[in-house]
């Protein structure tokens, strides 16, 4: 059995220019799966279907025989276990949040998937637009007591602080994009939200959190338009600061996965959200797969079941596996198509 290795950001809600340095001195503590590795999906744009995703790469990989947790958390519509054809659990991370159990162990309940196990988002009483920094790191800190080769991360919409933490909390990170021109374009912003609160968030504090306060105004007195122009700007004006910046670069690792391909020619959107990663970002980013469109998608959602369970013919399903497959290869060896 293959498991990965983790390597774990202190993150905080709060990066003003009087604490950036305090919040890097610090993400370090977060503690680490002992054995494992973390999966987020994310994408900004809602309806590109990170939760019909999310829930049938865990059941995939549950299927090739790894232990699997699959995590809701979108902080703004919380029905994962829908999707997953489960009804919602009596306990969730609210719960844990709230003081009402000790351990995310707690809350965390099996399916009756083998290998399966499935933790519950937050509750309509939790002002989830409020929670706290404290209560972020403290939720992102506890999946260290879960046993399990596999933590899958489901994110909502959006660009916030809490859903763009917990995309760069996760060792895998894949951008959900569907080959529409809105969700294209909401992707790009997202990735672009999430690079420039890493570098902000890193653990070497390079100082150019002003210039990447600048750059977000797509009007800015520098001429920065992209991030790779901020790559070469650090570069030229203070070289060292410019290396540390490379480095925090080459860690940040992407997946692209495309979903609901409806023509061959869809396939090449993929491939162009690599390319304007390597671009315009400065990184390789790897396009893991895509999947088809198929109406089986929403007929099983309408009987409350994963795809991969109520067509287990279907195209789609060979097409999760290839993908389930290509997370647990060595990224050297992977394969779309």
Same mark, same amino acid.
């Given at each position: ?49 990170? /939760? =019909? ?10 299927? %090739? +025989?790894?232990?699997? &947790?699959?995590?809701? $958390? #979108? ?66 800190? /506890? =999946? ?10 489901? %994110? +909502?919409?959006?660009? &916030?602080?809490?859903? $763009? #933490? ?79 910046? %490379? ?91």
């Amino acid at each position: 059995m293959i498991f990965f290795s983790n390597r774990r950001k202190h993150i905080s809600g709060n990066d003003s220019n009087s604490n950036v340095e305090s919040i890097s001195s610090r993400r370090n503590q977060i503690s680490k799966l002992e054995y494992g590795t973390s999966i987020a999906i994310g994408g900004g744009k809602g309806g590109i279907g990170k /939760s =019909f995703l999310s829930s049938n790469l865990a059941i995939c990989l549950a299927r %090739l +025989g790894y232990k699997v &947790t699959l995590v809701d $958390l #979108d902080l703004g519509s919380a029905n994962l276990h829908t999707v997953l054809g489960i009804n919602n659990p009596k306990m969730g991370i609210s719960d844990f949040l709230q003081g009402r159990c000790s351990s995310i162990k707690d809350v965390q309940v099996k399916t009756e998937i083998p290998n399966l196990s499935f933790i519950g988002g937050f509750d309509d009483q939790l002002n989830i637009a409020n929670m706290s920094s404290e209560d972020k790191d403290r939720l992102l800190d /506890s =999946f260290s007591d879960l046993d399990t080769p596999f933590l899958i991360l489901d %994110l +909502g919409a959006g660009t &916030t602080e809490h859903t $763009l #933490d917990f995309f760069l909390y996760a060792d895998e990170k894949i951008l959900a994009v569907i080959p529409e021109p809105t969700s294209i374009e909401n992707a790009y912003r997202f990735l672009k939200s999430a690079f420039y609160r890493q570098i902000i968030l890193s653990d070497s504090d390079i100082g150019i959190k002003d210039v990447i306060d600048q750059v977000m105004d797509q009007k800015n007195a520098l001429g920065i338009k992209t991030p790779a122009d901020l790559i070469q700007h650090v570069v030229s004006m203070e070289p060292k600061k410019g290396t540390e910046l %490379l480095e925090i670069i080459k860690g940040f690792n992407l997946h692209v996965l495309l979903n609901q391909v409806r023509a061959r020619r869809d396939i090449d959107v993929g491939y162009s959200v690599k390319s304007v990663c390597r671009k315009y970002f400065g990184f390789n980013a790897d396009f893991i797969g895509y999947i088809d469109y198929d109406n089986a998608v929403w007929q099983a959602l309408r009987r409350r079941r994963p795809l991969v369970l109520e067509y287990p013919s279907s195209n789609l399903v060979g097409q999760f596996l290839k993908i389930s497959k290509n997370l647990v290869k060595p990224k050297s060896i992977r394969e779309v198509g």
